[in-house]
């Protein structure tokens, strides 16, 4: 009897451990982890983590990008869905950073998709999108978007080979279609966090996008390392997860104080910095905006900089962080360009009342887009002294008689193809339409 007992228990015990085998051999052949650096010009800026999962019906591949020195993209989280045959089923990607989303969903069904794209108050359209099939999304700067393609590719019989596929060039516009040429050309040997790796180079081609190379690894396939020498961008893997950090670069200086200020601007406070040099009597001021997304007042350093030479130079300085972001109350997600001007506007009675300014001396300097807000708000008023465009873009909106205008000179510049000219023009319709039919 005793020894029946046994039997039992060690039947129990090797059946628990088969069990727990089991998951683990499924785990590792249906999900696998890979981890990936971004570097540019030298500098290592971000991280990428993906996983791949292999379901009964599906392939599944995830993507989380962390960009620590980019206010506006601090995350990105990417998602793709592919049936068994690399057919798109769904691709979401959300990105995320300094109280501003965009959000970007694509849903394909019997080869023809829906896009939809949002970001602050605006959103795009477009359905009815012909897929050729198989089509990969892909976008040169995420590696998730290369492991497909690479599945794909032919390794035994190598030279070069094309592949359709849709990219996410902005939030402004809907996914274009390109094709996407790999060549292979040679092996070599690479070094990865210390692994010397036998890696297969291949060169990769897109229309009006300049060459870049890729490393596939020999004895799995794998994406080894992405680098296209022209932007300095390279994308190296890592066996290991790695942590980047960005830490606010703060100027000290004797010649001037900064002090945080909170201001209103009708329902919602604005946070931001008066700096003021330590010289008695009043002074010039500036009053510091950058772009029409949400951006902390440092602005990428720029503002930060810009403060602290002015006010050595005897200026005082107000930079705020916008709705939603940084300090600020409020949800950029439903500003309107209206609030906007409403919160410069109110930024500039805030600044003028300070005791230390000459309120008939203030300038406003604004940097890329928010050139035609200064303008704006400048126009006919006495109390702005003068206005200083840096890097200034003049950005029009789709509105009816300027489109036509705007797409000669967007496809101009970015030798659109026929056929992408003619996605945008039905997505500017398309969502228009399900504007004024909501």
Not at 40 to 59: A, Q, S, V, W, Y
Not at 273 to 286: D, F, M, Q
Not at 360 to 382: C, F, P, V
Request: net charge neutral.
């Amino acid at each position: 009897m005793r020894n029946i007992y046994i039997s039992v228990i060690l039947f129990f015990l090797v059946s628990i451990l088969l069990f727990i085998g089991s998951f683990i051999y499924i785990d590792r052949t249906g999900h696998k982890t890979y981890y990936y650096t971004i570097n540019l010009e030298g500098h290592d800026i971000g991280t990428i983590k993906i996983d791949r999962f292999d379901t009964e019906d599906k392939m599944i591949y995830r993507s989380n990008t962390k960009i620590p020195f980019s206010p506006a993209n601090t995350e990105v989280k990417t998602q793709l869905y592919l049936d068994k045959k690399y057919n798109i089923d769904e691709y979401s990607s959300e990105r995320y950073g300094n109280g501003m989303a965009e959000y970007t969903y694509l849903e394909n069904d019997k080869d023809k998709a829906s896009f939809v794209s949002t970001f602050d108050s605006k959103f795009l359209y477009l359905e009815n999108i012909p897929i050729k099939q198989p089509t990969f999304i892909f976008n040169e700067d995420s590696p998730m978007t290369f492991m497909p393609i690479l599945e794909n590719y032919n390794f035994e019989k190598g030279r070069s080979q094309g592949f359709y596929s849709l990219t996410f060039f902005s939030i402004n516009m809907p996914p274009i279609k390109r094709f996407v040429t790999l060549t292979s050309i040679k092996d070599e040997y690479l070094k990865i966090d210390r692994r010397k790796i036998k890696a297969e180079n291949l060169i990769l081609k897109i229309r009006n996008y300049p060459q870049g190379s890729i490393w596939v690894a020999k004895y799995d396939r794998s994406l080894l390392k992405i680098e296209v020498p022209k932007i300095g961008l390279k994308i190296t893997r890592s066996f290991f997860p790695k942590t980047i950090e960005a830490n606010d670069y703060s100027f000290n200086s004797s010649e001037y104080k900064s002090r945080p200020v909170i201001f209103e601007s009708k329902d919602i406070k604005l946070a931001g910095i008066l700096s003021v040099p330590n010289s008695e009597g009043i002074h010039p001021a500036a009053l510091l905006i950058g772009g029409i997304e949400p951006q902390d007042m440092n602005y990428y350093g720029l503002f930060s900089s810009l403060t602290d030479s002015l006010s050595k130079n005897g200026f005082c300085v107000l930079r705020f962080d916008k709705r939603g972001a940084g300090k600020s109350g409020g949800s950029n997600t439903a500003t309107s360009a209206a609030q906007s001007l409403e919160d410069i506007q109110r930024a500039l009675d805030y600044l003028a009342a300070q005791k230390e300014v000459d309120s008939q001396n203030i300038y406003i300097i604004a940097h890329d887009r928010a050139a035609t807000q200064a303008l704006e708000i400048s126009s006919g008023k006495s109390l702005i002294k003068g206005v200083i465009l840096m890097a200034p873009v003049i950005y029009p909106e789709f509105d009816g008689s300027k489109d036509a205008a705007w797409l000669k000179n967007a496809s101009s510049k970015g030798k659109w193809s026929d056929e992408c000219i003619g996605m945008v023009t039905r997505s500017i319709d398309q969502t228009r339409k399900k504007v004024e039919d909501t």
